[in-house]
């Protein structure tokens, strides 16, 4: 029995030793992995808010805008950054915009990508003076460079669907777009694609443009070829002050108004 205990605690005793020295190699290998997953977390953290800078326009800003046709003031638009929204299970910019003139009205719900300021879905409501209400959806793949449209309010029309060589963009959303832009990436030359038209954006310089706030130095930018030209205010914020097209009719809108937290910024 002597023998038999002895020789059972000569084949445990290292067992015995080794098990609080792999318990404790185990726990500091475990509070070495737990403070390397910390360090990398917080630096996750702080690379990511090194990419997401903030936006040179707050939720709620709306821009008031008068439109032309050459010296004659037509109506009136809105433009407005709702801020973020939840939209069809994704994490989306919404931006309203507003259009009033005589027998004119429309109305457009912007859904766009948070990243590039690429269109996701666009609803229009257009009424018009004489015709039945019109709604019109369009529905955005950017992985697959397609764009389907949807015309509700024709029982005669079927979806369209047009499909483009790269990313689809959005008029509107190119100037929120330009906004977040640094100068040394608002100078070089952007090639550009919307549903049914193609085009490069050049920076032209700055030059003076006069708005419902007074006169100020503007970046001009422009299509080429010709599409339509937009000015944005020499500054941070980059605000649209002008935004004229170049085809038959040659509307233009002017800034008029900001509003900012429920408060206006204008002219008068």
Same mark, same amino acid.
């Given at each position: ?36 997953? @910390? ?7 702080? &690379?990511? !808010?090194?990419? $997401?800078?903030? /936006? #040179? =326009? ?42 009033? @003139? ?7 719900? &912007?859904? !766009?990508?948070? $990243?590039?300021? /690429? #269109? =996701? ?148």
């Amino acid at each position: 029995m002597y023998r038999a205990g002895r020789m059972s605690a000569v084949l445990t005793w290292p067992i015995d030793i080794l098990r609080p020295m792999c318990y404790n190699n185990i726990m500091r290998s475990a509070k070495i992995f737990i403070t390397i997953t @910390v360090i990398l977390s917080c630096a996750c953290a702080g &690379i990511a !808010a090194a990419f $997401e800078a903030p /936006l #040179p =326009f707050e939720e709620g800003e709306e821009l008031i805008y008068d439109i032309y046709y050459k010296q004659m003031k037509l109506g009136v638009s809105k433009l407005k950054f709702n801020g973020q929204k939840t939209f069809e299970g994704r994490d989306l910019y919404h931006i309203t915009f507003y259009t009033d @003139v005589p027998g004119f009205e429309d109305t457009e719900e &912007i859904y !766009a990508h948070k $990243e590039t300021f /690429l #269109p =996701f879905r666009i609803s229009r409501k257009i009424k018009r003076i004489g015709c039945l209400p019109q709604k019109i959806d369009e529905t955005y793949d950017q992985e697959t460079c397609s764009v389907t449209i949807n015309d509700k309010g024709n029982i005669f029309s079927r979806p369209q669907t047009i499909q483009k060589e790269c990313p689809i963009y959005n008029p509107l959303l190119l100037t929120y777009y330009y906004r977040t832009m640094s100068h040394e990436e608002c100078s070089r030359k952007k090639s550009i694609s919307l549903p049914k038209a193609d085009f490069d954006i050049v920076l032209k310089g700055k030059e003076k443009v006069s708005s419902g706030l007074g006169e100020e130095m503007a970046y001009v930018f422009s299509g080429e070829p010709s599409k339509f030209t937009f000015w944005l205010s020499a500054d941070d914020k980059k605000i649209p002050i002008k935004i004229s097209g170049h085809n038959v009719f040659g509307y233009s809108f002017v800034l008029n108004t900001i509003k900012r937290g429920g408060r206006a910024e204008d002219g008068e």
